[in-house]
Each structure stands twice: as C-alpha cells, then as structure tokens.
C-alpha cells in the first residue's frame, strides 16, 4: 500500500511547473507591462518630431531596466519554487502556489495584475514626463525664475530663441546627461539656500565643446562667403543724430589652392589656434601659438610684458565659442537698447539729447533693485523734461528697457558679461589682433588693420549711408581722429563714452 494519509494537494503541487508560483507571475506582469512601455516609447521616439535627446534614456534604459528585473523575479520565483520543493517534496503545502480555481485568490491575481500594470505604465510615463520637464525651456528659464531670468530674458530676443536650453547646455548623449544631473543637483541646491554666485561666473567650464554642440547645425563645410552687417547707431548729441556703418565681414573668403581663409579661418581643419588667458574672464592673452596640424609647426605670439611659459592645462584650443561667447544670450549696451527703442520709434528723437539722457537715466548709481529702478528712471527723466509731451511715454519705454537689460538682483548686465565677436565695447577680437603680439622674430599677427575683418562699403549720417563703395572705405569716427594708442573699449564701455 503506498501511503495511507496522502496530503490532498501533494499530487497536482509536484507536477505543475515550478513558475506558477507568486514571484514568477508578478515578475511576469512587471515584465509585460515593461514591453508594452518600451514598445510605447520606442514609438514616440520614431514618431516625435521634436526630438528630445533624453527619450533614448528612458526608452532603452529604463524600460528595458524593468523588463530585465520581471524577468529576474520570473526565475527566481521558479527557483525559490523548487528548492522549496526539494526540502519539502511532497510534505508540506506549497507556500506559493496558484489555486485559479479558488475564486478569492482569482479575484486578487486580476486586481494586482490591473493594478501593476496601470502603475507601471503611469511610472514610466511620470519618469519620462518630469525628465522632458526637466529639460523643457519653460523649466530652465522660467521655474529657476529669479537665478536664470537674465538669461530667459535675452535668450528669448536672440536668434536661438526656438532652440531649447539642453540642446546647448547639455546636448544628446547618457554621458553628457549624467554629468548634467549631478551639475544640475548642485544648481538646485544651491538655489533652495539661495547661495548661488551673482553674477553666475563665466566662462562656464563644463560646457560641452562646440563640435558637438554648435556643429551639430553649423556644420563648418557649409559656412558661405562674406556677410552685411549695418550697425546703426543714435549719437548722443543735442538732435540726437543717426549714424551708421555697413560693412562687409570677411567670414569666409576662399583663396585658391590654399584652405578657406577670412573669420572661421580660427577653426580651419589644417591649423589650430591656442592660447592661455591670465584672467577668469579669458579676456587677457598674453600667449599664443598657430600649430599646423599636417606638418606640425608651429608659431607663438606673445606680449612683450610676458615671458614665461603658460601653465600646462591652462592651454586652450579656441573654437566657436571663443568669439561666438553669447550665442543665446546677448547682454546688450545700454547704448545699444536705447538705440534700438530710438530705431523703432518707441523712444521719440524729438526730446532734445534723448539718447544721452535715456542712457544715464538706466545707469544712475542710486538705483540698487529691480524694484527702486521705475521711480528713480521716473524721476530722472521728470526732472530734464519737464512739461514735455512726449515725457510720459518715454518714462514707460525707458522702465522697459531697464527690465530687459540690467538685472541688479543677479548683478547681471553687459558689464560683466563680455560680448567677444567684436571689439568697440569689449576686447574681443583685439585680444589677440594687436600689434602688440609678436613672434620670436618678431612678426606680429597679421590681419590686424581696419581692413582685414571687414570692409566698410558705407558709413555716415542720413543720404552718406546710401552712398555705396565697393572697394572700401576708411573708417570715419564719430568721435574724433582715433588714437592709436588706444583701444575701441578703452572709451566704450556700452554706457556714456568717456
Ligand atoms: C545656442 C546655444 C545656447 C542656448 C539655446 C542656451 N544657451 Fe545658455 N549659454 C550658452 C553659452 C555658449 C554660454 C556660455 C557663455 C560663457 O561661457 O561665456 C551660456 C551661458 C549660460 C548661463 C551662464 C550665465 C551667462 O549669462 O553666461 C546661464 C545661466 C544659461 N546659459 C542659461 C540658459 C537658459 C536658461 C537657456 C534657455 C532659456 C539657455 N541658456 C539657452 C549657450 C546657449
Ligand atoms: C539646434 C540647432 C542649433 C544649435 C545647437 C546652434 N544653433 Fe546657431 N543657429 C541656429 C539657427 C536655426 C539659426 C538661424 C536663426 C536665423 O536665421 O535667424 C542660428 C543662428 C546662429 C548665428 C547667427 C546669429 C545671428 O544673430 O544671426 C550664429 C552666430 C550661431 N547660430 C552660432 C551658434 C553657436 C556658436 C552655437 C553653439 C553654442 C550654435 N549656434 C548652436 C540653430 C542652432
Ligand atoms: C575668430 C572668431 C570666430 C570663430 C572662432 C567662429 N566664428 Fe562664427 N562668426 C564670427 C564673426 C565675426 C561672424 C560675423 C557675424 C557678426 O559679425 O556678427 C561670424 C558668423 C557666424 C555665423 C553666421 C553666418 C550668417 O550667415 O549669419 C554662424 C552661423 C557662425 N559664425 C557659426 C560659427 C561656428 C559654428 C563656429 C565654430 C565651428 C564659429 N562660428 C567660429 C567669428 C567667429
Ligand atoms: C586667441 C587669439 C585670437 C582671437 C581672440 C581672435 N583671433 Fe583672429 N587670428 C589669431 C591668430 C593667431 C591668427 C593667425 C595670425 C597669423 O598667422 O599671423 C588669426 C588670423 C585671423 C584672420 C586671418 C585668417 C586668414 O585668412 O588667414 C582673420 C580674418 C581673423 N583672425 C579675424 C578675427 C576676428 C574677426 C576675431 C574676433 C571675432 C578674431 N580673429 C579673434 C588669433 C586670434
Ligand atoms: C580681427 C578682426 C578685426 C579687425 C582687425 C578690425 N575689426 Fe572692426 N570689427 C570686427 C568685427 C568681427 C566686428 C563686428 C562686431 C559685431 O558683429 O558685433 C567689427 C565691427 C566694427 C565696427 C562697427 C562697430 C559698431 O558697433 O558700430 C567698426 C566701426 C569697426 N569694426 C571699425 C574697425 C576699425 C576702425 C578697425 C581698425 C582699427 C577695425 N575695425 C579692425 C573685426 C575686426
Ligand atoms: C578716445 C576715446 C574713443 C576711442 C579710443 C574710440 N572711440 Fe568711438 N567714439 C568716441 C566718442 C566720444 C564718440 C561719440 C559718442 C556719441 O556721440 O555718442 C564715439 C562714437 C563712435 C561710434 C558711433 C556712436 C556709438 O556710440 O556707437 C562708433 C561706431 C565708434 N565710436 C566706433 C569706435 C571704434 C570701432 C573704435 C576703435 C577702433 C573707437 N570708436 C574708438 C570715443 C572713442
């Protein structure tokens, strides 16, 4: 006789397979629900126009990441199943078994499976959601309102304005991405206590170099030729008087037999220009050196006042982002705003001096906060033109600027943000093209006179400006015979020339 008191449930527990058990069945609807998701994502990321370069981390890690450990339970479940029923075989009840014809635990195994899988998916849905958040304009701009306003605010009068924040700052890549997560964490840190620097200090360090981010669009094969330029301005005198200057930059000019020559002539394939600036700022460089990169010679240029040797790591290779320093974000002059609301008319030229007045009305010393500067701007210009017509309009227009242009709170203004693509209210190019860089032998850096860079096709006041020359034309300053012996940004500094 075999055994007179078989338990009643041993017969059907041995023979069933070892994956109907609790683990194994949860496992597999995590497992499930992780498929349908990347299926889900896999999707948005082929059919999504707009790319966001954080869906393929959601998409191929974390979805997979549950799939993967559904799996993992799965197996284990089995396992656990079987050296239990191993120890016990045939003795005890199985702990985990499935009873499907057991109508409390039928009920249950539907209610969790409905309810695993809706969280799964709201899960991966809420990660992925508050991620794209994270990397939204909206986020970086507006939410880190009172540290980022300043770069909010000019970023969205430039010509990047439809280009989204991480494309610059972080870009596509897991890579690139953690290092933002972990720079980012300590941005919001420091914003909750509130201890972030003002000015945030720049150059940014951590930026990601220029050939993945700006090449990305401006790839350097399709740079074309020369560009017109006008710059016009609004003089500060009694009648306030337009002058401009248009002019034909030598971006690229191409020279036969040898590579493109002209502005991106810095980022060439063949050769490649270095240098070390003693200052943060990189607006002081004493040192250079222009390294073929076929043959392997090179040049260097340095200042009469520096003779040693930079430090080593403090060398850097220049790229876009050594002259194109404010691509999305242009702190303007507030010569320049001034100019512009003269320009369309939102300022009125009739109010005598204007330009001079609006300027020192943006500037005046007393104004400490956003919020002192309306009456203080109010004050200033009531006082100049008192009983004049066009006063009250011109007080609203003048508060306006101030909004835009200076932000006193994050100390944040053309001051401390140096525009590198020029030379009249910053260094920029003149860093480096002086004629106080030499070479051993003493060559100094050629390109370095007013024709060069660009070429002035017309310049002056009114009907002068219509008057083209194609060959050129010297340059005729406003403000007198030009010193040689001064620099552009030696007198303007974006405010009242000195
Ligand atoms: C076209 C590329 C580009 C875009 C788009 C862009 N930035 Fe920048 N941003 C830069 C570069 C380049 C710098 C570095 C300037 C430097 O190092 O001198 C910078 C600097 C900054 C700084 C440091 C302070 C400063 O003014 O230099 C902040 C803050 C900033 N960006 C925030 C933002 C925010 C917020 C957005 C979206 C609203 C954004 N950026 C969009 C390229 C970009
Ligand atoms: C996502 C694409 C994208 C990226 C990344 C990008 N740009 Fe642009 N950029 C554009 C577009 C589009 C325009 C053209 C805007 C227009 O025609 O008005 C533009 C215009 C420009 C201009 C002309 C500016 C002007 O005022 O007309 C410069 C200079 C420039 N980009 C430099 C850069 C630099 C430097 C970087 C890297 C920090 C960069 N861009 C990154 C898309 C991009
Ligand atoms: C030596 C400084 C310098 C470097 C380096 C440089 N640029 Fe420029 N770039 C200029 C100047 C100057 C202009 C003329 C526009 C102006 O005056 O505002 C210009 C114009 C442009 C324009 C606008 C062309 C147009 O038709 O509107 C784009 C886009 C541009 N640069 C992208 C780049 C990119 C991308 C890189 C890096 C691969 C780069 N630049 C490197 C100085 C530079
Ligand atoms: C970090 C130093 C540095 C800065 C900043 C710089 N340049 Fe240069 N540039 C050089 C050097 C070095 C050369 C090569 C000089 C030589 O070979 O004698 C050069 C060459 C040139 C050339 C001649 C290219 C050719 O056709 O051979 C032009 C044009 C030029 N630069 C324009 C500019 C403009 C415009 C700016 C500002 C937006 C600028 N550079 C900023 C270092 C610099
Ligand atoms: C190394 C190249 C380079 C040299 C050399 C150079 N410039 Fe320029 N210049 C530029 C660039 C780049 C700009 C355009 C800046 C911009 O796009 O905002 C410019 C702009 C100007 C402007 C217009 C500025 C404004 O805001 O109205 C004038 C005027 C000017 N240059 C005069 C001169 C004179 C005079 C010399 C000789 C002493 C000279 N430049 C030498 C590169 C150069
Ligand atoms: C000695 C001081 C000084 C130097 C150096 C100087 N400027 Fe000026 N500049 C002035 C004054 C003063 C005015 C007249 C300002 C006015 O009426 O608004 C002026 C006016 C101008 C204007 C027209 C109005 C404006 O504000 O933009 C331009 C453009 C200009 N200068 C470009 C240059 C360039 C480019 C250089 C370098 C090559 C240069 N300046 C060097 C003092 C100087």
Request: aromatic share 10%.
């Amino acid at each position: 006789m075999p055994d007179p008191t078989p338990k009643p449930s041993a017969a059907p527990a041995r023979s069933r397979s070892p994956f109907n058990n609790w683990i194994s069945a949860a496992g597999g609807v995590l497992a499930v629900g992780a498929l349908f998701s990347f299926a889900l994502l896999v999707w948005i990321d082929f059919t999504s126009g707009d790319k966001n370069p954080y869906l393929g981390i959601f998409t191929y890690l974390v979805a997979p990441g549950f799939l993967i450990s559904g799996l993992v339970a799965v197996f284990a479940g089995a396992w656990l199943q079987r050296r239990y029923a191993i120890k016990y075989a045939g003795e005890s009840p199985d702990r985990w078994q499935l009873k499907f014809d057991d109508p409390r635990q039928r009920r249950m195994i539907i209610l969790a499976t409905i309810g695993a899988v809706a969280f799964l998916l709201l899960s991966v849905f809420g990660s992925y959601q508050t991620y794209h958040y994270s990397e939204s304009v909206q986020f970086c701009g507006e939410v880190c309102h009172r540290a980022m306003n300043p770069e909010f605010v000019t970023y969205q009068r430039g010509a990047h304005a439809r280009v989204d924040c991480v494309d610059c700052h972080i870009g596509a890549g897991a890579e690139w991405f953690i290092k933002a997560k972990i720079n980012g964490t300590h941005q919001l840190i420091a914003y909750t206590l509130n201890n972030y620097s003002r000015p945030i200090a720049t150059p940014i360090k951590n930026l990601r170099p220029a050939q993945d981010i700006c090449e990305k669009c401006h790839w350097p094969e399709k740079f074309h030729g020369n560009i017109d330029v006008s710059f016009e301005h609004v003089l500060s005198d009694r009648g306030n008087t337009p002058y401009a200057v248009r002019m034909l930059m030598r971006v690229n000019t191409t020279r036969a037999g040898s590579p493109a020559g002209g502005i991106h002539w810095h980022v060439n394939r063949n050769e490649k220009v270095e240098y070390f600036a003693s200052d943060e700022k990189r607006q002081d460089i004493p040192w250079m050196r222009v390294t073929n990169k076929r043959d392997g010679t090179s040049r260097v240029y340095r200042t009469a006042a520096y003779k040693g040797e930079p430090p080593a790591g403090e060398i850097r290779t220049m790229d876009c982002m050594d002259c194109h320093n404010r691509p999305a974000h242009v702190f303007p002059t507030a010569n320049e705003a001034v100019e512009k609301s003269l320009a369309a008319g939102t300022l009125s030229l009739q109010l005598p001096n204007i330009k001079r007045e609006a300027v020192k009305a943006l500037l005046q010393k007393e104004i400490t906060t956003a919020a002192d500067a309306p009456q203080k701007i109010a004050d200033y210009l009531r006082a100049k033109y008192i009983g004049a017509p066009e006063l009250p309009a011109t007080i609203t227009e003048v508060q306006r600027i101030y909004t835009v242009t200076v932000f006193p709170e994050r100390k944040a203004d053309w001051r401390v943000y140096p525009n590198n693509i020029g030379h009249k209210d910053w260094p920029g190019c003149f860093r480096c093209h002086d004629d106080k860089h030499k070479t051993s032998l003493g060559e100094t850096v050629r390109s370095s006179d007013c024709r060069s860079c660009h070429t002035i096709l017309a310049q002056g006041k009114a009907a002068e400006i219509e008057l083209l020359n194609a060959k050129g034309m010297d340059f005729q300053h406003p403000g007198g015979d030009l010193d040689p012996d001064l620099t552009c940004s030696d007198c303007h500094n974006g405010g009242i020339q000195k």
